[in-house]
């Protein structure tokens, strides 16, 4: 996403026919049809002003701001014009592109700013000064949302286009926080927890499990094993690098890219040669950052879930569920981390199953605990395993 990407979206208004005759020879801005005096800076559209205002008042208006705009820099308040929806969005993105540049934002949640921002444009029109929005607006926004999200993707969306409007007002781009309005909130906990009630319980037969597992492809079959023996989620085996596991000793290290809290598991030998298989089918990425990645889709050659709306590793896995007579609401890839937890739970060893899981323990006594050894987390894993197959896992050291 980039400046232009969000800030192309031609201004509302009505058309108006001017004399598109410049003033002057070496006149900088050029007339645009909705009746304004413009220029464009690397495909982005800047406005200085309405031709009935004349030119002088435009021209004065391009000398206080073109030094911001052509170098993407935020006008200072009280620009005139004003800081518009797109304009603001843009500003968002840039910020959190430099974490995410800077190692401390995942890819994944990079993408998910990126389509709410767009998103936002879309919704609120990209062209719109941000202070002449009102809760109206943000009503509007949050019944489009829920007719298309569920419960709980509405309530982080809604989180997310929070943090946009707050971020400009924290950084100067407005001079007053934004109006949501009493109704542009999360759904309540109530509303959770009947949403919840009509979903089918998350949780499969082992035996389901073990269809699943020999009927899928290759990169499936290793991300279902991923799933299940380390409680691996969609974006996890997505972003899951070579770097993150040792083959040869059989161990998972991989921190939990949601929120960086530390992550160990032992790897059943199944899941190492699957693992092994599909990074050998693994097609050459097109994009040189993903060359050490373990999972990369043979038709786009990318990370198998790019955003909130791009999820491969969801659509193949449903379309096994459907193929197996599996299928029903609420039940996706994520049912295998619902699995693991569930199963491992029985082994009666919480922390050791909250550091495969990759949870952050509350408990005031966790600031004491250096570690959690290997021989626990190896008897969750085997619990795991023997739920699953019916007997103990071996050893998932491999000879080098």
Known sequence: ???????????????????????????????????????????????????????????????????????????????????????????????????HEAGELAHSSLADYEQTCKGIVAALKGQ???TDLDARDFTALRASLAKRLGPVALGNEVNRVRMVFNFAFKNGLIDRPTRFGSEFIRPSRKVLRLHKAE???KMMAAADVLKLIKAASVPMQAMILLGINAAL??????????????????????????????????LWPKTIKAVRAAIAARPEPVDEADHDAVLITAVTKQRWVRGITNDAILQEFK?????????????????LRHIHRTVSDEAKDQRAAGVIMGHEDPHISSAYVERVSDARLLAVADHVHRWLYGKAMKSGKTKK
């Open 233 to 266: 989620g969609n974006k996890d085996c997505s972003d899951l690098n070579q770097s993150h596991i040792d083959l040869a000793g059989g161990w998972l290290v991989f921190p939990r890219q949601k929120t960086g809290v530390a992550r160990r598991c032992p």
């Open 1 to 99: 996403m980039t400046n232009a990407s969000v800030s192309r979206t031609p201004s509302p208004g009505k058309r108006v026919s001017v004399d598109t005759r410049k003033p002057y020879k070496g006149f900088p801005l050029t007339f645009h049809p909705t009746g304004r005096f413009c220029k464009k800076s690397k495909g982005v559209t800047y406005y200085y002003g309405r031709v009935s205002d004349g030119w002088q008042s435009a021209l004065d208006a391009f000398n206080r701001f073109w030094p911001f705009d052509s170098t993407g820099r935020a006008r200072p308040l009280g620009d005139g014009d004003g800081l518009t929806v797109a304009r603001m969005c843009d500003h968002y993105y840039e910020a959190k592109r430099n974490k």
């Open 128 to 130: 719109r000064l941000v």
């Open 199 to 201: 979903q089918s319980p």
């Open 319 to 335: 379309k096994l569920l459907v193929a197996h007579d599996l299928h029903r609401k609420g039940i996706g890839f994520y049912v």
